[in-house]
């Protein structure tokens, strides 16, 4: 079974630029979730998606946004890029809501904002 | 808000021997989740156990334990015959049991950097 997939994998913006990535989460899993991991530190909470709906979020600008498809996909989108928000970005996902659920992660998306 | 800390940036073991990473939190709820993630340099992170703090029993899996004092507020891993795999950033979590209110998501620690020397 294929794990939870990003795109892109790299990705280099301008200051006040717009980007959106994405997000597969693994087939059967109905919650999505993303974190910002800025270089040497632990990744920091962003969202949460179940069902379609948030269900968390984390503090983070409303510069931040996120949504989930039908089919459980989602997209993380930032408006008006800065200098710190160059970060790794992962998304994970797990079956449930439940906050026991142990998260799967992907790979992550690279953004280098210059 | 939870704080989770690990307060060893670096670690280095030879391989087959036994390491202990350290990891101290901060809540007042009496029921959460606690993780240890593992991240290789491929970037995935990866878990390796999982603890729920209603349960005294410490976790196990395989080579990877637990040492989980509640009171304490401390929830150590060790790794047992250190295999040159086991080269990664480990992560220690805090998961509250509780929803909304922003505490919905993991509370990552900074991490570890463990090295296996061969």
């Known amino acids: 079974d294929a794990g939870v997939t990003q795109s892109p994998t790299h990705l280099i913006k301008t200051r006040g630029q717009q980007v959106t990535l994405r997000c597969s989460p693994i087939?059967?899993?109905?919650?999505v979730s993303w974190y910002q991991q800025v270089l040497g530190q632990g990744p920091q909470f962003i969202f949460q998606?179940?069902?379609?709906?948030?269900?968390g979020r984390g503090n983070f600008p409303d510069r931040f946004s996120a949504r989930q498809f039908p089919n459980y996909s989602s997209e993380l989108n930032v408006n008006a890029l800065l200098l710190g928000d160059s970060a790794l970005y992962l998304c994970a996902s797990s079956p449930q809501g439940a906050h026991g659920s142990p998260l799967h992660f992907g790979n992550g998306t690279r953004l280098t904002v210059t | 808000a939870q704080t989770v800390t690990q307060s060893q940036p670096e670690m280095s073991v030879q391989e087959a021997e036994t390491v202990t990473l350290s990891c101290t939190y901060d809540t007042s709820e009496s029921d959460y989740y606690l993780f240890w993630y593992k991240q290789p340099p491929s970037r995935q992170m990866i878990l390796v156990i999982r603890?729920?703090?209603?349960?005294?029993q410490n976790a196990t899996e395989n080579r990877f334990s637990v040492n989980f004092q509640k009171a304490a507020k401390s929830f150590s891993l060790k790794i047992s015959d250190s295999q040159l795999g086991d080269a990664a950033m480990y992560f220690c979590?805090?998961?509250?049991?509780?929803?909304?209110?922003?505490?919905?998501?993991?509370?990552f620690g900074k991490g570890t950097h463990l090295i296996i020397q061969p």
């Open positions: 603890q729920e703090a209603y349960k005294q």
């Open positions: 979590a805090y998961r509250s049991v509780y929803m909304g209110g922003g505490a919905d998501g993991l509370t």
């Open positions: 998606y179940y069902e379609k709906e948030e269900r």
């Open positions: 087939s059967g899993h109905k919650s």
